[in-house]
């Protein structure tokens, strides 16, 4: 009767520590990438190369039943209708899947606000959240605050969260207003998101400190909400005042509302960048369909997922998290020049 070969067993950590020669224990510190200051660099370099060698992979199924682990987080993120979000859940699922993680996409149906439980129970089915400030709500309604939270584009020293991941923008703000200074406008106009959120709090804070008080220089404030009409309709009644006053520059909190303001200049006669200067947030791909194209800030919407995923693979493995801000950077395009004589 014929007979099959047996297949060869599968090895073990105890064969890895073996060919090593090390403990058990140090070969599961490396491998679990929890060995910096416990294991020599050489060791853990050898104990990788014998794991290699042997074609050793961790029983992740087994040593998940044993910490408790589903392997799988949560980001909370506003309507997905902005392209920024969508790079953001890139970014984060990205870096999650090479590390075995699932990443559930949890768009809050209004952009804002509470939403129902898509959980029976979020502690069983998550390991951890990861919520943008602007889906904040949406932590209440699942229970979130129970489990590891890393809060995208929140106020650290306030939003109930384990850790915070943030873009720079402070600097983002500081290169706009230097870059429209340096072309010699002094009369700003800022088209402001109507949205209770800190992210568009803190660029008001920011362009307001860098602005007001400077000689020579005047900043208003027209509010709109996220969307070109409302916008173009607040630039409009902005606008509408004598031209020796008006603003000959325009900084709007993010593209779509950039969109807004050049559309309602091309209705007042206004032509862009000679009239008024207009500049955005975000660097969608709206800000190079515009003509002329759009001076903006470009955010690293990939980057900022993947930092904000990787925040809370450290707070899972008891480390302590990058929260670093992420740079950003302006770049100058067609829809900014010198204000007219």
């Known amino acids: 009767?014929?007979?099959?070969?047996?297949?060869?067993?599968?090895?073990?950590?105890?064969?890895?520590?073996?060919?090593?020669?090390?403990?058990?224990?140090?070969?599961?510190?490396?491998?679990?990438?929890?060995?910096?200051?416990?294991v020599a660099e050489a060791?853990?370099?050898?104990?990788?190369?014998?794991?290699?060698?042997?074609?050793?992979?961790?029983?992740?199924?087994?040593?998940?039943?044993?910490?408790?682990?589903t392997r799988t987080a949560l980001l909370v993120v506003p309507a997905l209708t902005n392209e920024f979000f969508a790079g953001v859940y890139t970014g984060a699922a990205?870096?999650?899947?090479?590390?075995g993680f699932g990443l559930v996409l949890y768009p809050s149906p209004e952009g804002t606000g509470p939403a129902r439980d898509p959980f029976p129970s979020a502690r069983a089915a998550l390991d951890g959240v990861i919520a943008s400030s602007m889906a904040a709500d949406v932590l209440g309604a699942i229970h979130g605050d129970a489990l590891p939270v890393v809060m995208l584009d929140s106020d650290p020293d306030t939003v109930p969260a384990t850790a915070t991941v943030n873009l720079d923008l402070d600097d983002g703000m500081r290169q706009v207003a230097g870059h429209l200074l340096g072309l010699g406008h002094r009369r700003f106009l800022h088209l402001a998101a109507d949205v209770d959120s800190w992210?568009?709090?803190?660029?008001?804070?920011?362009?307001?400190?860098?602005?007001?008080?400077?000689?020579?220089?005047?900043?208003?404030?027209?509010r709109a909400a996220l969307s070109v009409e409302a916008a173009r309709a607040a630039t409009e009644q902005a606008l509408g005042g004598p031209a020796g006053h008006r603003p000959t520059a325009i900084v709007c909190d993010d593209d779509i509302m950039a969109?807004?303001?050049?559309?309602?200049?091309?209705?007042?006669?206004?032509?862009?960048?000679?009239?008024?200067?207009?500049?955005?947030?975000?660097?969608?791909?709206?800000?190079?369909?515009?003509?002329?194209?759009?001076?903006?800030?470009?955010?690293?919407?990939?980057?900022?997922?993947?930092?904000?995923?990787?925040?809370?693979?450290?707070?899972?493995?008891?480390?302590?998290?990058?929260?670093?801000?992420?740079?950003?950077?302006?770049?100058?395009?067609?829809?900014?020049?010198?204000?007219?004589?």
């Not at 105890?14 to 090390?22: P, Q, T």
């Not at 853990?44 to 408790?68: F, T």
């Not at 990205?94 to 590390?99: N, Q, T």
């Open 1 to 38: 009767m014929p007979t099959g070969s047996t297949p060869a067993p599968r090895p073990t950590s105890k064969d890895v520590a073996r060919a090593a020669g090390v403990s058990q224990a140090a070969v599961s510190l490396v491998l679990g990438d929890k060995w910096r200051g416990r």
């Open 199 to 222: 992210t568009f709090r803190r660029r008001a804070v920011a362009l307001d400190g860098l602005l007001r008080g400077r000689p020579g220089t005047t900043l208003a404030t027209a």
């Open 94 to 99: 990205r870096l999650a899947a090479r590390h």
């Open 259 to 341: 969109a807004g303001a050049c559309k309602a200049a091309r209705r007042l006669g206004l032509a862009v960048p000679h009239d008024l200067s207009v500049t955005g947030f975000d660097d969608l791909t709206l800000a190079t369909a515009l003509d002329p194209e759009l001076t903006t800030v470009t955010l690293p919407a990939e980057d900022f997922g993947a930092r904000g995923m990787a925040a809370l693979l450290s707070l899972l493995d008891g480390a302590v998290p990058d929260t670093t801000p992420l740079p950003v950077a302006l770049v100058a395009r067609g829809s900014t020049a010198p204000p007219a004589a």
């Open 43 to 69: 060791t853990a370099g050898r104990i990788r190369r014998a794991a290699a060698d042997l074609g050793y992979r961790p029983n992740l199924a087994a040593r998940d039943l044993r910490l408790g682990r």
